[in-house]
DNA sequence: GTCTATAGCAGGATAGAC
DNA sequence: GTCTATCCTGCTATAGAC
């Protein structure tokens, strides 16, 4: 009496919805077909229409069911950096952000689609980038902005601090998201002694940018 | 005897190369139709076919013949910056490359397509990745390595040095791509101005990255 | 709620006239 | 080289049985 193609302890639903979330990721919206996500969730074709109304609302439920509880995952995992030394050293917070979009609380799997799904968004907004930019991207920066004010010298602007921390998600996504590009020109694989390398470079060179920033440009 | 409907002053091979392009930046591959390209180029459905056999081979020649030629302008501006400041400082460098991506030698347009089109393919790579990481970015990075190795501390391993450029392009990379994200969190239009404002930001950031990269660590 | 069948349309590619 | 007409496949969405 196993399990025969995949777990299928979920309901329906929820199936179509993790399916969904990963193909879309690996080949963007016009790259999936409703027959391959029915497929893959081992449901009947008319499935989507039924529990969604139409492909686009599936796609829509993909990032308010899946993307953005996940988003909070890893802002969460932050916060609890955060709560763990308090206040927490630019160092610690910094290491933190690395951590949480290169290794931290999601696998690789999990990591890879998340920001698939965000560079997606990025390169050709859909009504969920309003969700995605509103319900995490501009709560999260004022958080890491409210958390790294005490600590960095206090002539530096709003605005500094803003791109500063703007400055450390970019290189932050570019090592993560780019890592195709970034094995081929290092030559290294992403294996765990070159993620706490980026991690500690990250960190190291942010923390430089943050000092210099912070003596009158 | 005026011109109609756009400049059709190139050849119908031209023009489908300009606007695959500009639609395969915009939507995706599989987000656009020959029908829609042959369309705007104003073709004939079967031009696609002639010209270049199919669809898959009309978008690895849009790479070819119009990225490539594309990064290899904003290599060559980056050059003449270097050959104008011989040695250049590591600011001077550092802005040559922030402005060659967030303005420099492309219009907006330009720019846009030139990023998009990137990005999708790091994404999810297609055969067209293997030009781009071996035709444009390794060497585009070896050669910056090089440049910068005179002026930075002699302490700086090889490695460090490229996570810093890497790191470089990770900032400018994002402070271009994600602009959507970067006007909503930053509250700022991307004008000339903000731009700037931006230019000098990575400069700083990335001296003062540089400089405590290079100091132990 | 789940399934089959199918409508109705858009997709890539090609044949063959000119 | 260019164009029209067309093939055939695959798509989303829905109707209606169960």
Redesign the interface.
């Given at each position: 009496m196993g399990i025969k193609e995949k777990q299928r302890v979920n309901f329906p639903k929820e199936r179509l919805l993790d399916e969904a979330e990963a193909l879309f990721a690996?080949?963007?919206?016009?790259?999936v077909s409703v027959r391959e996500i029915t497929q893959a969730a081992g449901c009947n074709l008319a499935s989507i229409n039924y529990h969604f109304g139409n492909k686009q609302n599936l796609y829509l439920e993909v990032f308010k069911t899946r993307w953005i509880p996940r988003a909070m995952r890893i802002r969460e995992y932050v916060r609890e950096v955060i709560a763990a030394h308090r206040p927490p050293s630019p160092a610690e917070l910094i290491e933190a952000v690395a951590k949480a979009f290169l290794g931290g609380p999601l696998s690789d799997e999990e990591r890879r689609r998340h920001q698939?799904l965000m560079?997606?968004e990025?390169?050709?907004?859909s009504e969920a980038?309003e969700l995605v930019?509103e319900k995490v991207?501009?709560p999260f920066?004022k958080e890491l902005m409210e958390v790294l004010r005490p600590c960095v010298p206090g002539d530096l602007s709003e605005?500094?601090l803003?791109?500063?921390i703007?400055?450390i998600?970019?290189?932050?996504?570019?090592?993560s998201?780019?890592q195709?590009?970034?094995s081929?020109?290092?030559g290294r694989q992403y294996d765990s002694g070159f993620r706490s390398?980026?991690i500690?470079?990250?960190v190291?060179?942010?923390?430089?940018?943050?000092?210099?920033?912070g003596s009158g440009?």
């Open positions: 690996a080949k963007g919206y016009h790259g698939q560079f997606r990025l390169n050709r907004p980038f930019a991207m501009r920066s605005e500094q803003l791109l500063c703007l400055s998600f970019g290189m932050v996504l570019y090592f998201f780019a195709v590009a970034v081929r020109i290092t390398r980026l500690a470079h990250i190291q060179f942010s923390l430089g940018g943050l000092k210099l920033t440009e």
